[in-house]
């Protein structure tokens, strides 16, 4: 850590803030610049809040040397991480491909669904049984009736199945079912959520903020990784810009940008992000060139109905 | 709501959206354009998934009319709503300042913080009992302990607080002791904590999420009334966007469009959003200029013995 | 159009706008709703500022129906347009790379660059002899020496170039020079520069605008045809958002909706967008998976030295 | 400046750095951390790219320590700047108003814009003679003659104008007429405009880009001053954002940021950015709260017609 003192800043509250710094165990280094200080700040700085730092006088800002994060960190572990959802190994050399509807509405409307997602190439089902509809006056989700549906299909199909859990009470029903469990995108830093369905041990289908820099994202996975959960596989689905022709900006350089790191597993919602399914073919496209491991798709009834030709060109198409 | 067809739509395809329109209880009025047909929809459409239509063949886009909020609407209440935190109003004539430090760390600290905010003008207290924090390795909050010493502070100085619930199963305890809940800018759109908060009947501070438009806002907030408490107030605490110079982008304009569009009293965090005390006073007085009922500002103990000059000439500064 | 009236618009008023809209060479088609009214305009508002009808009582917004581009557009000519940049086509069947340094230095660095890309596969030189520094204190460019440098290197090389024209006063000098004119981001908006640098008839390589919607940069790509030039290649290049791990964020849907949308070629710039020399590779093959026409990449000769074995590979692999 | 080693670099790549840097006229000091090594780097960087460094192996990322900016700096001038615009000194006690027409349409119009905006209260008359419109089927503006409507208009009234230059080539022809020159957000990095601009010696009314940072403003400022002329007037017009209930994002905070490290004046437009008439009031209190020098209305015709109330109250209240 660097703590960056003012121009100007006199002598006693240089001395002022590197007896802080010893105080808080670390070790100081002073550079005296022509115009301005700067202390270099060596320790573990896990339990720091900076903001003991940034207002005493003469302090002009802090910059954070190391990464905050060090379990989802290549710097620990520099293996790639293979999740098992279900048998299906998230992270290693294959492409996963997971779909459903957004919603579960009846078993009907989701067994179609499964049938043809898992045609076209899919190897894991996702649906809503709890939904974090942004409207009070919108379907919330069938809840249990959803979960037994989705584990009923999961029979008929062999596909394991992915879900969300949006609310700490309804981690354990959820992990009773569930091959995984979904964190979605509003509720990335739910700490106590992460806790719960991290503590499940099942896997965490982690989905990126809406406006979450990836170092929060990493920040997040950290969380559960550090309630002993090593089961993370990463979601990135667009974070908010001022664009509007798309619902979300779908930044596929974080895939990159992960996969430098973390050994974390990372796949792309194009679905989601884009908002318009004529933009979902190139998207995943460029999801898999990026380098992602994997593919989360909402496959709604209206969706399913409009894609072009038979589904399994589609996903073949992705491994291109 | 309006739908917008495609340039070179077939009747075909205006008449199966129509259709759908009218199996959806809507009166339709089509517009043929000289490039483009559009459809006016009219009718409640409180239960509608757009997702529905905008997948029809020939769709382009779809526009809503109506706002999707009513409960907190000026259309429906166009007398400004007052809540009464602990005995103080909050959304009539006068300014309410609520102050204290962002956690509590102990009783000392919080009596020294209560007593110096209440001599600067401070009506309600403001403290940390649940802390959402960002990382695994940072201070939690003392929970039920912290509540209790913001009770015994209440008592001794007089002063009603205002304190974070971060789960929704904290709230039963958080609403035991606490005069007003406050939701955390994260925790927006978690809209189970939002239900059970509401449902306690108290007073809730509403933060804005981080990159959550005015819209989306004043939809938590309807969540929470359509639950049957109409005690909420609104805080503007600063949005997400590519300038670094401070930690968020105080956005006051969204104080005059709350205002504009809702009865609902909202305030400002000055202190959270710029990150710097040495922005705290300008954006206080913006935001009382800009028409804020009033301010909520992180008093932390460091902060404390920076800022200048006596407290009470800080708040009433505000006032000018 | 549509304008949208407030609920409790008065009938003078509604009145009111249905004259004024009348005046403008519209027709007018008035839906009443159940709380609002709204006025469908039909006809041809090129040349309306919406100013004159938002701000008058009553009305609520305006919401418009026809893109406000049409010489770029598909609904015009559905079939893509090949812009021939030197002999080389952009836009058609194949992938077209350009590369070379940010920065003309000197004509050795500039050779050896350009035989370097050319054995990578590159097919256009690109190189900056005028630069828009954002600092008065750095390097400006070579100017006019630059560009006869850049023609050397050509006539060697046989490679097209392309370079940036930051000044309408350059831009006659520039066009004697190159083979296609490149206008920087920044610069998007230069109206003035648009229409010269497209007077000239020379391929327009139009970068996107740090913070430009899509309807903006092909509303500039307009300003260029209308001008009577269609040879425009867009570029992609990165937005600006709050994410600070890669300087820009690269939106790669922004290809897929452009290619939606108009029969300009688009080109992707994953070298400046990124910010990471690391980075560029996935995000050159992520961009070619989404359709993009071509890639130019900035090719300091830093990034020459330290990008990883034979450079035929690298853009062989992209082509993948 | 500190170039930050990623964990793991070898002693080579540390001393090949430091060599770099010592070539570059740099004081090196190294701090070896626990897990990376950090390199401080006395000297003037003024010239420096950091790309020569940012690409050297095992360099993970270089952080600024010293402003770029220094003419601009308060670090180099402690005392507000008074800018003359005409009589009307911009930066000192009293509050300054600009206000007048978007465009200049006629000298009728311009005429009685000018006589309302004075009765209000405004020094300084703004109106548009050259119009950056972002659509090539809009109006351009009057040009010459508009510049000579406005000068007539001074005459009558005494009110000194400013008004923008868009293009490198139209900087003589302003300035012979306008009393100051404004360049428009569009416009904040064309470097040859500002240029031309400054080398005038006019008051520059210096706008905000669109999501330009502050740090960039300032030095685009830096660029004006650096060409010999003081006179420049920052003014802020909004930021881009998600947020669609405004047009822009205005960043109130950003009057305080300037403040605290430049000697400039700064005003605020509180109309273009909102969008909205309706906002222009508080969001003008709360820019006069926050600390601006200065405001700056578009006052168009049918603005004018639609404000409430006698004009002089509306810019008294503004002084409240």
Not at 25 to 50: M, N
Not at 187 to 195: D, E, I, S, V
Not at 203 to 208: A, E, H, N, Q
Not at 215 to 237: H, Q, T
Request: proline fraction near 6%; hydrophobic fraction near 45%; include cysteine.
């Amino acid at each position: 850590m660097i703590i960056v003192m003012k121009p100007g800043a006199t002598r006693e509250q240089i001395e002022t803030v590197s007896e802080r710094l010893v105080e808080m165990g670390f070790k100081t280094h002073p550079i005296y610049g022509q115009e301005k200080t700067v202390i270099g700040a060596i320790g573990d700085k896990k339990a720091l809040s900076s903001e003991a730092l940034i207002n005493l006088p003469g302090v002009e800002k802090i910059v954070p040397i190391m990464k905050p994060y060090k379990l989802v960190s290549r710097e620990l572990k520099d293996t790639p991480t293979i999740v098992r959802l279900g048998g299906v190994p998230v992270g290693g050399r294959g492409l996963v491909v997971m779909a459903g509807p957004c919603a579960v509405e009846s078993e009907e409307q989701l067994m179609a669904a499964a049938r043809a997602v898992k045609a076209a190439g899919a190897q894991v089902l996702r649906g809503g049984a709890f939904k974090p509809r942004t409207s009070p006056y919108a379907f919330q989700g069938l809840e249990e009736e959803g979960l037994k549906m989705l584990a009923r299909v999961r029979e008929e199909t062999g596909m394991p199945f992915v879900t969300e859990a949006v609310d700490t009470r309804d981690v354990p029903l959820v992990a009773e079912y569930a091959d995984a469990i979904q964190i979605g995108a509003r509720n990335m830093q739910n700490f106590r959520l992460l806790q719960e369905a991290g503590a499940t041990g099942k896997p965490i289908l982690l989905k990126r903020g809406l406006a979450a820099t990836i170092e929060e994202w990493l920040m997040a996975a950290e969380y559960i990784l550090d309630s002993g959960n090593p089961n993370v596989i990463l979601c990135e689905r667009g974070i908010r810009t001022f664009e509007t022709a798309t619902r979300f900006t779908l930044d596929l350089a974080a895939v990159a940008v992960v996969k430098e790191n973390s050994h974390l597993p990372v796949i792309v919602d194009p679905s989601h992000s884009t908002g318009s399914w004529r933009l979902v073919l190139p998207m995943a496209r460029a999801a898999v060139a990026a380098g992602a491991d994997g593919l989360i798709i909402d496959r709604s009834s209206t969706v399913l109905r409009h894609m072009p030709g038979p589904r399994s060109s589609n996903i073949k198409a992705f491994r291109a």
